[in-house]
C-alpha cells in the first residue's frame, strides 16, 4: 500500500499593524491559535503553528487534503477575517488590508492573502524550512533560491549529492501576462537568469527534482496591487523549502542568504532596499518601514506533526550579513526620492502617479 500524502499550507495576511507596520498583536495571534486548534480539534488539521514576521500574521497547517483545497482555504480567510475584528477593535493599523474581496470563493489565491503549499510523502526524515519576507515582493526569492538549487558554489550537493546532480526544473511566473515555463537547469541556466533578474515581473512559483519530479520548493507569487489595481501594501511572500537527503542540505539554504541583495518593497512598498535575515524577535522593520526582512523557521515533520519551529537566522554567524544590510540602507537611504533607491516610474503606477500624471498632463508640450 502507498504512502499516504501529506500537505504543508503556509498562508500569510496583514490583517492590522501594531503600532503602524511593524507587528502583529498578540490578541490577533491568539485569535488565529484559537480558530486553528478548532479546526485541529475537529480533525481538519494535522497540527499547525501561528507566526508572524514584522505586521503579517503567518499561518503554517498541514493536513491530508492536499494542495489548493477549498476548506483548508476557507478556514484561513475565516482565521483572517476573525483576526481583522480583533484588529478593528484594538484600531490597529490597516486592519482586513490584505483582504481585497467581500466574500470568499474557492482559494485564496487572488483574493490577497499569500500561498505557498507543499504535498509529497513524508522521507523517513523530513527536514523543512519555511521563509516569511516583510515588506518586500514575491521576487524577492529569486536570487536565493536561484542559488540553492542551481549554483555550485553555494549549494555543493549538486556536485556531491547524486539525486542532486542532475539538477532542478524552475516553475517561472511572469505576473504581469499571468503565464508560466519551466526551464531545466543546468542546461538552460542562462535562459533562466534573463527572467530571473527581472524580479518585478517574473517570479519563481515552484522546484523539481529532476531525477524523479519531486517536489522540492514552492513560493508565494500573488502581487497585491495587481490584483487590486492600486498601491494596498507590499506582498510579504513566503516561501517552503524541503532539505536535506536529496535536497539541498539545511546549510546550503541558508547560506543562500548571508548576502543582503537589493529587493523592491520597504517604504509604501516603492523603495529598493536590503533584504536582511533576522532572528524571529528582531522581525520588527522600523527604520523607515525596514528594512525588509526575512525570517527562517526549521522544522522536522513527523508523520503531519511539526517538530519545532527553531529560529534558523538567530546565528552570529549572520551579524555581519547583518551589519552589510545596514549600511546598504545607508547608501539607499542618501538617494531620497531618485532611484535606484525609489522604484521606476513603471513600477509606480499603483501609486499617487496616475493621479500626478493626469493632472499635468496638459502641461506636457510637444517638441517635434
Known amino acids: 500500500m502507498a504512502a499516504e500524502k501529506g500537505t504543508i499550507s503556509l498562508i500569510k495576511a496583514d490583517?492590522?499593524?501594531?503600532?503602524?507596520?511593524?507587528?502583529?498583536?498578540?490578541?490577533?495571534?491568539?485569535?488565529?491559535?484559537?480558530?486553528l486548534e478548532e479546526a485541529k480539534g475537529k480533525g481538519l488539521l494535522i497540527d499547525y503553528r501561528v507566526m508572524r514576521c514584522g505586521d503579517d500574521l503567518e499561518l503554517l497547517m498541514t493536513h491530508r487534503q492536499g494542495t489548493n483545497n477549498e476548506t483548508i482555504h476557507k478556514l484561513a480567510w475565516d482565521t483572517f477575517l476573525a483576526c481583522t475584528e480583533v484588529a478593528k477593535r484594538l484600531k490597529l493599523y490597516?486592519?482586513?488590508?490584505?483582504?481585497?474581496?467581500?466574500?470568499?470563493?474557492?482559494?485564496v489565491k487572488g483574493m490577497g492573502p499569500g500561498v505557498a503549499e507543499l504535498e509529497f510523502v513524508e522521507r523517513p526524515s523530513e527536514p523543512f524550512i519555511?521563509?516569511?519576507?516583510?515588506?518586500?515582493?514575491?521576487?524577492?526569492?529569486?536570487?536565493?533560491?536561484?542559488?540553492?538549487?542551481?549554483?555550485?558554489?553555494?549549494?555543493?550537493?549538486?556536485?556531491?549529492d547524486p539525486k542532486m546532480h542532475a539538477g532542478f526544473t524552475f516553475d517561472v511566473l511572469d505576473v504581469k501576462k499571468n503565464s508560466a515555463i519551466t526551464l531545466a537547469c543546468p542546461e538552460e541556466m542562462y535562459d533562466l537568469l534573463m527572467f530571473l533578474g527581472a524580479y518585478d515581473r517574473y517570479m519563481i512559483r515552484a522546484i523539481h527534482r529532476r531525477a524523479d519530479g519531486e517536489i522540492a520548493a514552492v513560493a508565494s507569487t500573488d502581487k497585491l496591487s495587481l490584483i487590486a489595481g492600486k498601491y494596498v501594501g507590499k506582498d510579504d511572500p513566503v516561501l517552503l523549502v524541503r532539505t536535506q537527503a536529496g535536497f539541498p542540505a539545511q546549510g546550503e539554504v541558508l547560506e543562500a542568504f548571508a548576502f543582503p541583495h537589493l529587493v523592491e518593497g520597504w517604504m509604501r512598498g516603492s523603495h529598493c532596499g536590503p533584504l536582511m535575515p533576522v532572528s524571529f524577535h528582531q522581525a520588527n522593520p522600523t527604520r523607515f518601514d525596514g528594512p525588509p526582512r526575512v525570517i527562517a523557521a526549521g522544522f522536522q515533520l513527523a508523520y503531519g506533526q511539526l517538530v519545532g519551529p527553531v529560529d534558523l537566522f538567530d546565528d552570529p554567524a549572520y551579524d555581519e550579513t547583518r551589519r552589510m544590510a545596514s549600511r546598504i540602507a545607508d547608501y539607499m537611504r542618501r538617494h531620497g526620492p531618485f532611484q535606484p533607491h525609489r522604484l521606476p516610474l513603471e513600477e509606480m503606477e499603483y501609486t499617487t502617479m496616475p493621479q500626478i500624471m493626469a493632472r499635468l498632463a496638459d502641461r506636457f508640450k510637444s517638441l517635434g
Not at 490583517?15 to 480558530?35: D, M
Not at 490597516?94 to 482559494?107: E, I, N, P, R
Not at 519576507?133 to 558554489?153: C, Y
Open 130 to 160: 519555511a521563509f516569511m519576507g516583510d515588506k518586500t515582493s514575491p521576487g524577492a526569492w529569486n536570487l536565493p533560491v536561484f542559488r540553492i538549487f542551481a549554483d555550485p558554489f553555494n549549494s555543493s550537493g549538486l556536485i556531491i
Open 15 to 35: 490583517v492590522g499593524g501594531y503600532p503602524g507596520h511593524s507587528q502583529v498583536h498578540q490578541e490577533l495571534i491568539k485569535r488565529a491559535e484559537e480558530c
Open 94 to 107: 490597516g486592519a482586513g488590508q490584505d483582504l481585497l474581496v467581500d466574500a470568499f470563493s474557492g482559494t
